[in-house]
């Protein structure tokens, strides 16, 4: 399977432990999106990251999340000291060129749920 | 108002007949838009892009865009069961180099 990989696909976690949500994109795409959806609603954008670099990261909040796309190995998504609110799923997404110029590719997503 | 609107549903549509699926942006100068399909409990499926006006057709799916009213359109010919799913539309921001989706449709049809 060459798609987007993102693990794992279920995480629990009780409040104040920290969240590491892992994505490894489509071969060959240098471009990751990070996405938050919650029941019932739409996607909302977090960030978006190219090799070694955050690009945007306008939609993740200030304090508690952070995101890398590290050179070797797989973006990371970290959420610490969580709390009930941040249960949701994550998606990543992975893209060719950047966002508008190519069509993103979406991993199965990870569904954190906070005790 | 939101960037990105589409009516939540829900939409239901007779197995047979074409469903359609509508989206409003605000951004004018927005360039590329999507079409995601996504089943409960599942990942968005990108069905459809579309880049200039008119009609792309796509089996049986046929995307419509109208840059002077920005709105993007999906029509799905010959519903069957399994288009049942939350239709998201998704809007290239221009300069931002990020995708704005919609809250999504629901779309049911009925055997």
């Known amino acids: 399977n060459a798609g987007v990989m993102q693990n794992p696909r279920h995480l629990v976690r009780r409040r104040g432990q920290e969240a590491r949500l892992r994505c490894s994109p489509v071969k060959g795409h240098s471009h990751v999106y990070w996405y938050r959806q919650l029941p019932e609603e739409g996607l909302k954008f977090m960030v978006y990251?190219?090799?070694?670099?955050?690009?945007?990261e306008s939609g993740m909040p200030k304090e508690r999340f952070s995101a890398e796309f590290p050179k070797e190995g797989p973006s990371i998504l970290r959420i610490q000291q969580v709390v009930r609110g941040d249960s949701a799923a994550y998606f990543c997404a992975s893209s060719e060129g950047m966002a508008g110029n190519q069509p993103q590719h979406f991993g199965d997503g990870t569904r954190l749920s906070i005790l | 108002q939101k960037e990105v609107e589409q009516n939540s549903g829900p939409l239901s549509v007779p197995e047979g007949a074409i469903a359609s699926l509508n989206c409003t942006y605000s951004d004018r100068v927005s360039q590329s838009f999507f079409w995601y399909r996504q089943y409960s409990g599942k990942s968005p499926e990108l069905i459809m892009s579309?880049?200039?006006?008119g009609d792309k057709e796509d089996g049986r799916f046929t995307a419509q865009l109208n840059k002077a009213s920005q709105y993007v359109s999906l029509l799905i010919r010959d519903s069957q069961p399994s288009d049942s799913a939350t239709y998201l539309c998704a809007v290239e921001i221009q300069g931002a180099q990020k995708l704005v989706f919609g809250q999504g449709t629901r779309l049911t049809i009925n055997p």
């Open positions: 579309i880049y200039s006006n």
């Open positions: 990251l190219q090799k070694e670099n955050i690009i945007d």
